[in-house]
């Protein structure tokens, strides 16, 4: 089976600016997949590209197997997508909004509507523009889940939620992820990290990087070594450290392509005698952080390589 | 047909308040216009004419709202991201207002036409759908298409207002452009740029949504439209609507200008001076009638500086044995200035309609209504008693004759026979059309005294008991006349009162 979300080459120009420039994903099936990174980095974009909503510049995109460009009506049934700042029906009462909707999705599971009434604390008989921001999204959120869709695309959901409310949303949202794909973009690379298998990273419009959160989390480590005397510095560092900082006897850096036993052979070839060497695991969001430092002094001094993306460790 | 349904339901929900008040305005409506059938509204109703500008602007708002609760523009609708179907969405608007605009209208139609006492309903149903189909392509379709590039309400009052001034722009622009006021020849190529761009930006909106393309659309019909006001050849249409005679043909009549009554001049305006011509009419045969629906008087002046007033509608129907007509065109006071010294060509161009008249029915006027068959039901102005006020059922007559004995004497001594060398009263009343929002049309017959020369209201009234002769001519060709005047020099005529005065150097005129 195809990957439910992939893109080709995709970008989008508003006018001069480029909002997003040659996005190449491959989101597997079933997976929680994160697009994370700063604002204006260009995930809601793409999102957008995706569900139909701006058509690209150039470049290609296929959710669900079909061609971004023909995604319309019908293939709805199978996408539930929600917004930070979509436009509900104002009008409407929580429980007539459902109810609304209702007849539009063949699958549409009515238990499953109640269930999730319940799990968000929808108040049914209010209307939606006398809802607070979290509980809209809840309504948005419970409304794009009750067909049960195979995939679901989530734009900065949790943006300027209240922790509870986040929670809520999150339950919710895992309660679903053994039956569908879901996409998610965020800036706050902390509240995927708990649950996302899978993360990309976007800036200026770029991925930086896609992989599995296994794979990444193993991948970096923060290296410490401590030496007896202030080391004689190789002139040139290996590739893959990054951040290198040095303080008298003791050398610090990041470690992109951490493995234990080719880190230390890297590690004893460029000095010959460290006292104590150590590895921390980091976060998500240390990181994010490395590499969008790494990404911004790469892209000012050597611009980007030859699949347009800027060369990293 | 399911989604249709539902998201008919949603509207209705959404926007009954605006369908009932829609709704309510009908009805003011069609308690308000019987009023206007039998009272003018110059005479005191005038000011409750806003009933019909309300109704509108509630079929207005209704369209707009209805739009708009599934906006076209932007992209953080909910609605764009879930099952849709555009064909099933465009088709549950058009349903809603065909619910609540058209279909109350074309009740409201019924009504008024059984009120008004034409009956049966049936026969006029044909008239009554091509009435609905132009009001709804040229009044709701543009609002329509406007709803579906615009996002909220004030984003729509704003692109009205700016539709406001681009026609009054255009309205202005054609003030300037030769004959446009008279050769209707383009307005339906105008009325189908309109209705072509409509359709095609509401049809492009949702189905792609995409706003710039269909705002593109409707500023590139808005050019097309002043394009055409522009370039449009209006003397070369008229000369094919108003063909000359062919060789050997006779004249439906006789015009000539007369040697003896030269053209008067008339102040009108800083700038403009207004020519009067007195033209001798004669030959119109007997059981006719002849139609000067436009003239066009053209000034050469030896050096070849010519003057053109391009086609005027000067709307005068000429009768049997009528001797006099007089034609009035504004002219540039400049233009006066440079060649009253030189003999200049007097040229005019007539577009004359001629009628065959089928005979008269006679008809004897009564107090309250009554009818004239094959038009509809008139009866007496009851303010203005020279005058008849007639109503008809969606299409009147394209031209409606009427002449009586003329009397100055009161309604207690009846004059019931037409005898001939006596003074008789004549009126007549042409192209008229109801609508937009009524079915019921109304015209008013103004009654002249008239002896051929010289027509005069002076103490003219009509009284119930009066015979009244009808005709409603049929339409036998349409002909353009040319007539040419021997060179004759204004200056010459600066005898005449007005020339003398109006010939001088006025201090604000162009020296060109």
Redesign the interface.
């Known amino acids: 089976m195809s990957s439910p979300i992939q893109t080709e080459n995709l970008t989008k120009k508003f006018r001069r600016v480029e909002a997003l420039n040659g996005l190449n994903l491959d989101v597997p099936d079933g997976a929680i997949y994160a697009l994370v990174g700063p604002n204006g980095a260009g995930k809601t974009t793409a999102i957008?590209i995706l569900?139909n909503?701006?058509g690209p510049t150039s470049g290609h995109a296929t959710v669900l197997g079909t061609d971004s460009k023909r995604i319309?009506?019908?293939?709805?049934?199978a996408?539930g997508?929600v917004?930070e700042?979509?436009?509900?029906?104002g009008?409407m009462r929580v429980d007539?909004f459902m109810a609304?909707?209702r007849?539009?999705?063949p699958s549409w599971d009515r238990d499953l509507e109640n269930e999730l009434a319940r799990q968000f604390d929808l108040p049914l008989d209010r209307k939606l523009k006398d809802l607070s921001r979290g509980m809209r999204m809840k309504a948005?959120l419970a409304s794009s889940l009750a067909y049960r869709p195979k995939l679901i695309v989530l734009d900065e959901p949790f943006s300027g939620l209240d922790p509870l409310v986040r929670d809520q949303l999150i339950e919710g949202m895992l309660a679903r992820a053994s039956e569908a794909t879901i996409f998610i973009s965020s800036h706050d690379m902390a509240e995927v990290e708990t649950f996302a298998s899978h993360v990309g990273y976007l800036e200026q419009g770029r991925l930086r990087f896609s992989d599995e959160m296994t794979t990444l989390t193993e991948r970096f480590r923060e290296v410490e070594l401590t030496f007896d005397l202030p080391p004689a510095l190789p002139e040139k560092w290996p590739e893959s450290w990054m951040q290198v900082e040095t303080s008298g006897a003791v050398v610090q850096f990041v470690e992109s392509r951490f493995n234990a036993e080719r880190t230390n052979a890297e590690i004893r070839k460029n000095f010959n005698s460290v006292r104590d060497v150590t590895f921390t695991p980091m976060s998500l969001r240390s990181i994010f952080l490395v590499m969008a430092k790494a990404g911004r002094r790469v892209g000012q001094e050597r611009g980007t390589d030859e699949t347009g993306h800027p060369h990293l460790p | 047909m399911r989604q249709v349904i539902h998201i008919f339901r949603k509207d209705v929900r959404q926007h009954w308040p605006e369908v009932l008040f829609t709704l309510a305005v009908l009805v003011a409506f069609m308690w308000d216009e019987p009023r206007h059938w039998i009272l003018r509204d110059d005479f005191g109703l005038s000011h409750e004419r806003w009933i019909p500008i309300l109704l509108v602007l509630s079929w207005w708002l209704l369209i707009v709202r209805t739009v708009q609760s599934e906006a076209l523009v932007g992209d953080r609708q909910y609605w764009i991201t879930r099952p849709y179907d555009w064909k099933k969405l465009l088709a549950a608007k058009i349903l809603f207002v065909a619910a609540f605009v058209t279909a109350p209208l074309f009740i409201s139609y019924a009504f008024l036409l059984a009120k008004a006492g034409f009956r049966p309903l049936p026969s006029f149903v044909p008239w009554l759908l091509w009435m609905h189909v132009e009001l709804v392509m040229l009044l709701l379709l543009p609002i329509a298409a406007l709803a579906t590039v615009t996002s909220t309400i004030a984003q729509m009052v704003l692109t009205v207002l700016a539709v406001g001034l681009y026609m009054a722009g255009a309205a202005t622009l054609a003030a300037y452009v030769p004959s446009e006021g008279f050769s209707s020849g383009s307005d339906g190529v105008q009325a189908a740029v309109l209705i072509g761009a409509c359709i095609a930006t509401v049809v492009w909106q949702y189905s792609r949504r995409k706003t710039n393309h269909s705002r593109a659309i409707l500023a590139a019909a808005a050019g097309a439209i002043i394009m055409i006001i522009v370039a449009t050849p209006y003397r070369t249409l008229v000369s094919f609507q108003y063909p000359q005679l062919n060789p050997g043909e006779r004249q439906p009549v006789q015009l000539a200008l007369i040697p003896a009554m030269p053209p008067g001049v008339m102040p009108s305006g800083d700038k403009d001076l207004q020519i009067q011509v007195p033209i001798r009419v004669s030959g119109i045969s007997e059981g006719s009638f002849v139609g000067l629906d436009g003239t066009m008087l053209t000034m050469e002046a030896p050096d070849g500086l010519t003057w053109n007033s391009g086609w005027q509608s000067n709307p005068q129907l000429l009768y049997p044995h009528q001797e006099l007509l007089q034609l009035n065109f504004e002219a540039k006071r400049s233009f006066l200035e440079r060649v009253k010294a030189t003999a200049v060509r007097f040229h005019i161009s007539f577009a004359l309609t001629v009628w065959r008249d089928k005979g008269p029915t006679r008809i004897s006027a009564a107090k309250g209504d009554f009818e004239l068959p094959g038009v509809g039901l008139c009866s007496i102005d009851r303010i203005d008693s020279t005058s008849l006020l007639c109503r008809f059922p969606v299409r009147g007559p394209s031209l409606v004759v009427v002449e009586t004995p003329w009397s100055d004497a009161d309604c207690s001594i009846l004059r019931d026979e037409l005898v001939p060398g006596t003074k008789t009263a004549r009126g007549w009343a042409g192209n008229s059309e109801s609508g937009p929002f009524s079915p019921v049309g109304t015209f008013h017959l103004y009654l002249w005294m008239w002896d051929g020369m010289t027509i005069s209201s002076h103490n003219m009234r009509i009284c119930p008991g009066y015979t009244l002769f009808f005709s409603v001519p049929e339409e036998v060709r349409r002909v353009g006349i040319e007539v040419d005047w021997k060179e004759i020099r204004l200056a010459d005529y600066e005898k005449s009162d007005p020339l003398r005065d109006l010939l001088k150097p006025h201090p604000g005129a162009d020296p060109q």
């Open positions: 957008k569900m909503i701006f319309a009506g019908h293939a709805f049934t996408i997508y917004s700042n979509q436009e509900l029906p009008w007539r609304y909707l007849p539009f999705y948005a």
